[in-house]
């Protein structure tokens, strides 16, 4: 998934992920005519190729907002929240009716990790050094998770000196830990965050 630093170096993202799926195991979709879409990746049922298990929605968070009178990041747009609706709705059809356990990964951080950070009945864990960078329009992509009923987990970058995992309303809102290279500013050592899928249960 794409971050906001990501086409600042003379590429576009067209060219960068053109360039991502040719790295061998690569999962990525073909682009073809849209601008770095979002897509999903389907985790196979251990017994039934044919059956899947889980989903990971990744989409794009862009970069910065496209209005000059509201500052900061961007926002995942109708369009995005409307795909992601289609998509599950298809996938829980496809399950008998069932939301299928999903997992969603991008960039930048909703407004509502916000939320839940202030909340002290929230359980939080992990390191908190910087307040969450989130785009400063709530288009309601976390409210369209909640009615969906599939994804249990957001999963995203953007804070280099944050890591933690907070549950929201019953989601876990999380961070990665910071992987790249050192910044002017993260002072976190480099890590990464890995998750274990359970089959056949709403969790992990």
Known sequence: TFGNHDNEQGMTREQLYDII???????LPDR????????????????????????LYCMDSHSYSPLKDVKGYAWLTFDQINWYRQQSAA???????????????????????????RDENAALRGTRME???????????????KEAG????????????????????????AYGRYTGGNTVYNHLPNGARIIVLDEGARTF
């Open 131 to 145: 307040e969450a960078c989130s785009p400063r329009i709530n288009t309601g992509m976390f409210a369209a998770m």
């Open 32 to 55: 073809g005519t849209v601008l770095s879409p979002d897509y999903v990746l389907t985790v196979k049922s251990s017994s039934n190729v044919k059956k899947d298990a889980a989903l």
């Open 150 to 173: 599939d994804v249990m987990g957001v999963f995203v970058g953007h804070d280099h000196d944050n890591d933690y995992a907070v549950m929201w309303k019953n989601i876990l809102l």
């Open 21 to 27: 799926r040719k790295v061998p195991g690569n999962l």
């Open 91 to 117: 996938y829980k059809a496809q399950n008998g009716g069932q939301p299928v356990p999903a997992l969603a990964f991008f960039h930048i951080p909703l407004p509502e990790y916000h939320e839940a950070v």
